[in-house]
């Protein structure tokens, strides 16, 4: 009994980081306790007698579990877009439960590419990148030798770089672009819709499996303006909210969650737009903050 109660203390003392460590693999965090959880069914099933770092272990346990959940998702073919689940908090700051998950900048942008790396690479470069995990460790999780296991991060590494450029910082400055675009969407003002989008700005919108259009890429500031202001038609109450740590909102529809929009900015202009509105996704979601 001692022994099990030492391990549930320790699994305890682990949990946050073995979070972090699945939504960064999984973008998703109800996925993410679900990995988690799993992990804890594994180390009460384990002897540990022999581990000298069971934090270590634990989370290459976790790793495991979530290529297995990632393999399987990409043989379900879900769609060519996955838009990963934001992590959603209120608009005066990031709670403190969610602030271990969103360090080093874990913004919806990151996980839009990495939606996009194989399994196998995600995990190499997660494991390594962020949280340090040597590549003689990750090797026998991904089946590959070392050295593969390094060259699977570094080719993880170089589609990151490419596709990520820091984005503007300065929370008020965020809000108050996100705050323009809002604005004038809900006024039907088209022109002050393009002037606060970057002439490349690129939508990416998931509908849900039941939508005509499920998924969604638009590119171009004209032609996601035109959007927006479609999507101004419904009659949505809009919420802002920190999505990952920056600016955005939550939309409500009849009292229920509509959408959630997430925003990329960058010399202050939007450059990225992400709107989760997939009712079942959307359910998964932890916006109990919200009513706080």
């Not at 979530?66 to 709670?95: F, Q, W, Y």
């Not at 910082?169 to 604005?183: K, P, S, T």
Request: glycine content about 8%.
């Amino acid at each position: 009994m001692q022994e099990r109660e030492w391990m549930a203390e320790q699994f305890e003392a682990n949990r946050t980081h073995l979070r972090a460590v699945a939504y960064r693999m999984l973008g998703s965090m109800s996925e993410a306790d679900d990995a988690v959880q799993e992990a804890w069914l594994r180390l009460s099933r384990s002897d540990t007698s022999g581990v000298q770092n069971l934090g270590g272990w634990l989370t290459t346990v976790v790793g495991r579990v979530c290529l297995d959940m990632l393999r399987s998702r990409k043989s379900r073919r879900e769609g060519d877009l996955r838009l990963p689940e934001p992590i959603v908090s209120r608009e005066g700051g990031i709670d403190p439960e969610h602030e271990a998950l969103l360090a080093d900048s874990v913004g919806l942008a990151l996980l839009v590419v990495l939606e996009t790396l194989t399994p196998a690479e995600r995990l190499a470069f997660v494991l390594h990148d962020t949280f340090g995990v040597p590549f003689d460790e990750i090797a026998p999780i991904v089946g590959r030798s070392p050295t593969a296991a390094r060259q699977l991060a570094s080719r993880a590494r170089r589609r990151v770089r490419g596709a990520t450029e820091v984005p503007d910082a300065d929370l008020a400055r965020q809000r108050e672009v996100v705050g323009a675009f809002l604005a004038a969407a809900r006024d039907g003002d088209f022109e002050a819709l393009v002037a606060v989008l970057d002439p490349d700005v690129v939508l990416r919108a998931d509908l849900g499996p039941l939508a005509t259009d499920g998924s969604r890429v638009v590119r171009g500031a004209e032609t996601v303006a035109g959007q927006a202001l479609t999507y101004s038609r419904l009659d949505l109450r809009m919420q802002p909210a920190l999505i990952n740590g920056v600016a955005g909102y939550l939309s409500m529809r009849d009292g229920e969650p509509f959408s959630v929009g997430g925003f990329t900015i960058r010399n202050g202009k939007i450059v990225e737009i992400y709107i989760l509105a997939d009712p079942a996704r959307l359910s998964r979601l932890d916006l109990s903050v919200l009513n706080d």
